[in-house]
């Protein structure tokens, strides 16, 4: 995981982005996501409707997925979040496995829902804690769910855009570079005229993670809470 800093900077980053909605869903295994949108509740004087899948005190839902995958064909969930073990320049998400896809070397648990998600959700937000070349590539070794234009990827390390059908570096973390950026990445990226540094997380949005954020995420990330208290 990366340090407390970096993990403050991602979370500051995709909750701005979610600004001005009304629902955000957050699935399974998603710690950072999570506290980004607990973060952008507070921020919304909690009138941003938030689900976390896996937690009993914040998900309105009793029938799992499939009362999620029902908002979203109803238009009443304005955002998710995927990962996966590879994303590609395109946007493109792979949960499925690695290698060639006739014998893949290794196989995952599945995409449970996910290209159904990509598809309606108008705001789909990547994330990755990890920005290495081995987990952003040129092309997935398979398409679990395609990208598409307005996209972003928020990472440990950058926030990227999908423009005209390509990541484009839209900010940088504090203490990455351009040339940093290229090496940590396994595909070649332009950038926006006015890329910048990422604005970390103001004197407010601290205050909140570290207190409401950190205690709505003790039942069910605590590892995270306990780091955004420290």
Do not use: W
């Given at each position: ?28 295994a998603s710690p950072v996501p999570a506290a980004a949108t607990l973060l952008a509740r507070e921020l919304a ?186």
């Open positions: 995981m990366p340090d407390r800093e970096r993990l403050s900077i991602m979370i500051a980053a995709i909750a701005r982005l979610l600004q001005g909605l009304r629902h955000v869903a957050v699935g399974a004087g909690r009138r941003l409707v938030v689900s976390i899948l896996g937690s009993a005190q914040h998900n309105p839902f009793t029938d799992g997925g499939r009362e999620l995958f029902d908002c979203a064909a109803q238009g009443r969930l304005d955002a998710f979040f995927l990962s996966g073990a590879q994303i590609d320049a395109t946007g493109a998400v792979n949960l499925l496995g690695l290698g060639d896809p006739r014998a893949p070397d290794r196989r995952f648990l599945g995409n449970f829902g996910a290209p159904y998600l990509a598809s309606l959700v108008p705001n789909v937000i990547l994330c990755r804690t990890d920005h290495g070349p081995r987990s952003l590539v040129e092309k997935v070794d398979f398409v679990t769910a395609p990208g598409r234009d307005g996209q972003r990827l928020v990472t440990d390390r950058c926030v990227f855009v999908r423009v005209d059908g390509r990541f484009v570096l839209e900010s940088r973390h504090a203490g990455e570079t351009s040339d940093s950026l290229r090496a940590a990445t396994g595909f070649a990226f332009a950038e926006k005229p006015d890329a910048g540094i990422t604005p970390g997380p103001d004197a407010r949005m601290r205050d909140l993670l570290e207190g409401p954020v950190a205690e709505a995420m003790q039942a069910v990330y605590p590892d995270l809470a306990a780091l955004l208290r420290r």
